[in-house]
């Protein structure tokens, strides 16, 4: 039997890549998910149904560039104590919601590009955040040449290179979508890895330490604080 809205479908860009499963720990049924050039989905139910929530969310690739589905998610992070307050990180801006993804403002404003993979946060602080842009989804390394981490304390009003540590010059490298994280200490650790194999880690999200290089290309790094 042919699907009732068959009708109305029509190829997905992107290579509809699954990613950025959040669980609210404090309601384990509701659960969000990302797909690559398919938008950001919320379930309330523990995944037995979904529903797109990507009001406010540009998709400049596609004809309608404000469509139900369809935009391209780099990454989706839940804040896990504040559990309506998610950021993300899009082929097209910076976003924030506090409504559990009913709406989404932009907080592009401040940053160099609206491009980029990675979004780290705060445990502690539900209005800091770390992202690294890049130039644009066709030169996919970071802007200028220039390492550089941006910083909001303020849930995206206002944004602060820190470069402290980092090379600035012919830096051109990729951070990607799973490759930088954060420890959740008091001052939060930030960590991420290269395209080229180097590996960053500042111990109040600040001032960096190159802790290794010569690795192969960083896909993933995670973060586990042993006890004392």
């Known amino acids: ?16 890549a699954l990613h950025s499963i959040q669980v609210d720990r404090s309601d384990p ?9 398919g938008g950001t989905y919320r379930s309330e139910d523990g995944g037995r149904s979904w529903t797109a929530i ?3 969310v540009r998709a400049e690739f596609l004809a309608d560039t404000r469509p139900e589905a369809g935009q391209c998610v780099h990454s989706v992070r839940l804040h896990p104590e504040s559990p309506r307050r998610l950021y ?3 082929h ?14 932009e907080i592009t404003n401040g940053l160099p590009s609206d491009f980029g993979y990675v979004m780290g946060l705060d445990p502690s602080d539900p209005d ?15 802007c200028e040449g220039r390492l550089r981490v941006y910083e909001t304390v303020d849930a995206g009003q206002t944004w602060k290179a820190l470069a402290e540590g980092l090379p600035q010059e012919q830096a051109w490298v990729t951070v990607l979508r799973e490759a930088l994280a954060t420890d959740g200490l008091a001052p939060c650790g930030v960590y991420f890895g290269t395209s080229t194999g180097h590996l960053f880690g500042s111990a109040d999200g600040i001032g960096w330490q190159e802790i290794t290089r010569h690795l192969p290309k960083i896909l993933s790094v995670e973060v586990t604080v042993l006890p004392a």
């Open 1 to 16: 039997e042919e699907h009732p809205t068959a009708a109305a479908w029509q190829p997905a860009k992107g290579g509809l």
């Open 29 to 37: 049924d509701r659960i969000f998910a990302a797909v690559s050039a």
């Open 54 to 56: 990507n009001e406010g």
């Open 88 to 90: 993300q990180q899009n």
């Open 92 to 105: 097209c801006g910076t976003y924030r919601t506090d409504d559990a993804g009913n709406t989404w403002t």
């Open 128 to 142: 800091r955040c770390w992202v690294i842009p890049e130039e644009s989804s066709h030169l996919r390394a970071v």
